[in-house]
């Protein structure tokens, strides 16, 4: 059985900063990408980053570009989100997502991802 935790997530001012981590069970294999989401109350699950476990190739939503980066440590298997020039609507839970790449995978679709953490809350004030 998959698990992926997060940690990380707490309250913090406006232009703060904040890094989540996610730690993976099992092993981990070069196909896997790994994502991250957030949902904030009444709205859709909305895709902040991914990143793959093979070449480390990232991409990112463009609320969060230039703001937030991700990385993984092999050896940790862990990932992990730093949040940096937060602003009061990143305020929502962060979730951390594993997924299997093949052709034609979309790294935004929550939908191409098979596991899923429990999540933490991120609260940003302003």
């Known amino acids: 059985q998959v698990q992926l935790v997060e940690s990380g997530g707490g309250l913090v001012q406006a232009g703060g900063s904040l890094r989540l981590s996610c730690a993976a069970s099992?092993?981990?294999?070069?196909?896997?990408?790994m994502g991250w989401f957030r949902q904030a109350p009444g709205k859709e699950r909305e895709f902040v980053a991914r990143?793959?476990?093979?070449?480390?190739?990232?991409f990112y939503a463009d609320s969060v570009k230039g703001r937030f980066t991700i990385s993984r440590d092999n050896a940790k298997n862990t990932v992990y989100l730093q949040m940096n020039s937060l602003k009061p609507e990143d305020t929502a839970v962060y979730y951390c997502?594993?997924?299997?790449?093949?052709?034609?995978?979309?790294?935004?679709?929550?939908?191409?991802?098979?596991?899923w953490g429990q999540g933490t809350q991120v609260t940003v004030s302003s």
């Open positions: 997502a594993r997924g299997t790449y093949y052709s034609g995978f979309d790294s935004s679709a929550p939908a191409s991802y098979d596991y």
């Open positions: 099992g092993r981990a294999y070069s196909t896997y990408v």
């Open positions: 990143i793959t476990w093979g070449g480390g190739s990232t």
